[in-house]
Structures are given as structure tokens and as C-alpha cells.
């Protein structure tokens, strides 16, 4: 694995400092939203998810662009049940902002449910993906600057990075410190994917997410993530779009997206 995205402060955990490689693609010096999911899931799983309680759900709402500064995470649950517990996770400014409070820049709510015994009966299946693996497919050339792994799975007509047939894709680099990535933590820094996947065209991408919904019918298992775009829907300058989240042992659960058209993309390839 390559350095971390963020370094913590030993004299207090919770305040996380960006390294130039968390830069996002389409402003300088700015954070790259699909490194918000990750933090929020990272502090859901560590502080609410343990062996008999599962992340199920995690909804992020994504407020703004915000500098490579340090920034600040809080959790705590809303609702502690016997079967579900409502986490809500915060990402701040470590400083305070103009007005003399810290700068709210991204939330989470998630629901963390208890394990139990499954019922046996003919669910309804999730429709089959004909992706091939990872060991069929060559690696997708990556801009130098990227940050991941990624293999795109091969459509009749080429869109680049935005291919609509969905890619599979591995991190390589650590999120904070040299800590392990679990495969949620892996999941939460795809999801923002889902929104370039589901909204490529041909002509580039157009429009960028405002939030992003993950849902997890079951634990993800190993280091890759596959995203397999299902639905797209928009209408003036704002839409939809929905994928369905797998891993080397089939469908996880589903992530869905809305986002709102940017003129300033003007149909530039997604990174």
C-alpha cells in the first residue's frame, strides 16, 4: 500500500491532516469526495459495528468543496435498540470558520442492524452481472495522478472512465496512517463512483454527486469492488442514478446517487 490520504494527530485522534494526494479531480487543492465515504464509514465501523451488529446502510450528504486543511470527525448514536442502531457521523473544519464555528463540510447517517438467523425462501434475485474478473481483464490505463486500481469491463463502444458497463477497482493507497482498510471502508471510498458510472456518456461527465446511499445486504468480503451501473435518470440539470455493489463473490448491495449538472465539467471524463 502507498501513504495515507490523511495523518492523525496523536494529541488528539480525531482531527485528520490531508497530504497533497488527497486532492480531488476537479478543483486544486480541494478534498476528493470519495474520500469523505471512506472517514464516515471508517468512524461508523470502528465506534458502532462489532460482532453481532452490521453496517447496513449509510447515507452521505456531501455540503461542499472544502481545502486541503485539517478537518475533524465526530459520531455518536442517535437511536441505541435492542436490534438497530442510528449512527450519526460528522466531517468538520478542525478551525473555526469565519463566523467562529467549524465549517460543517460532509454528513452520515447510518443504520447498524443485529445479525440474526436467515429465513430461508426464494428471494428475489439481484440480476446477474456478466462482468469478467479481475485476472480476464487488463488493467485500465490510469491517469498518473490516480489512486486506485481499475479494471473496466469491456463495452462495444469505448466511454473511457465513464463506462457504462461498470469496472471493478482496488485501493492502493492507506486511508489514515498505515491503518488496514477493511472491505467497508473499501466500499464507502467507491461509492462515490457510482455517480460518474452511472452518469457516463459517451460525450463525458456532466454531472457531480450531492449525495450517495450505500446499501449492504450482507458484509463485503476481500479487497476488490466492483460497481455495476443499472439506472440513470435526469431532467433539467438534475439526476439519479443507481448501481449495484459486488465483490469477487457476487452482489453485496446497492448504492444509489443523486447529483446535480455542472457547467463547469462541460462533459470532461470522470477521474
Known amino acids: 500500500m502507498q501513504p495515507a490520504f490523511f495523518?492523525?494527530?496523536?494529541?488528539?485522534?480525531?482531527?485528520?491532516?490531508?497530504?497533497?494526494?488527497?486532492?480531488?479531480?476537479?478543483?486544486?487543492?480541494?478534498?476528493?469526495?470519495?474520500?469523505?465515504?471512506?472517514?464516515?464509514?471508517?468512524v461508523v465501523e470502528a465506534g458502532h459495528c462489532d460482532a453481532d451488529f452490521a453496517c447496513t446502510r449509510l447515507t452521505v450528504d456531501l455540503f461542499r468543496s472544502f481545502p486541503l486543511e485539517a478537518i475533524r470527525l465526530?459520531?455518536?448514536?442517535?437511536?441505541?435498540?435492542?436490534r438497530i442502531r442510528l449512527v450519526l457521523a460528522t466531517i468538520e473544519s478542525a478551525a473555526p470558520g469565519p463566523d467562529g464555528e467549524p465549517v460543517q463540510i460532509a454528513q452520515a447517517t447510518a443504520v447498524v442492524l443485529r445479525r440474526g438467523e436467515q429465513p430461508v425462501q426464494d428471494f428475489l434475485a439481484t440480476p446477474h452481472w456478466t462482468a469478467p474478473t479481475v485476472a480476464q481483464l487488463p488493467p485500465t490505463a490510469q491517469p498518473a495522478a490516480s489512486t486506485w486500481d481499475s479494471w473496466r469491463i469491456p463495452v462495444e463502444r469505448d466511454y473511457g472512465m465513464n463506462s457504462q458497463n461498470g469496472l471493478w477497482m482496488r485501493e492502493t493507497h492507506f486511508l489514515v496512517d498505515e491503518e488496514p482498510l477493511t472491505p467497508l471502508v473499501r466500499a464507502g471510498l467507491a461509492a462515490d463512483?457510482?455517480?460518474?458510472?452511472?452518469?457516463?456518456?459517451?460525450?463525458?461527465?456532466?454531472?457531480?454527486?450531492?449525495?450517495?446511499?450505500?446499501?449492504?445486504?450482507?458484509?463485503?468480503?476481500?479487497?476488490?469492488?466492483g460497481i455495476q451501473p443499472i439506472g440513470h435518470v435526469s431532467a433539467e440539470g438534475m439526476a439519479?442514478?443507481?448501481?449495484?455493489?459486488?465483490?469477487?463473490?457476487?452482489?453485496?448491495?446497492?448504492?444509489?446517487?443523486?447529483?446535480?449538472a455542472n457547467p463547469l465539467m462541460a462533459g470532461r471524463p470522470a477521474q
Open 74 to 82: 465526530r459520531t455518536h448514536r442517535i437511536r441505541d435498540g435492542r
Open 7 to 42: 495523518q492523525s494527530l496523536e494529541s488528539d485522534p480525531s482531527v485528520l491532516v490531508p497530504q497533497p494526494r488527497a486532492n480531488g479531480p476537479w478543483m486544486p487543492n480541494t478534498l476528493h469526495g470519495r474520500l469523505l465515504g471512506g472517514l464516515l464509514m471508517r
Open 193 to 225: 463512483l457510482a455517480s460518474s458510472s452511472s452518469a457516463g456518456t459517451p460525450q463525458g461527465l456532466s454531472f457531480i454527486n450531492a449525495d450517495f446511499t450505500a446499501y449492504f445486504g450482507r458484509p463485503p468480503i476481500g479487497d476488490l469492488v
Open 240 to 260: 439519479a442514478g443507481q448501481c449495484v455493489f459486488h465483490d469477487e463473490t457476487g452482489p453485496f448491495g446497492f448504492i444509489g446517487v443523486t447529483a446535480v
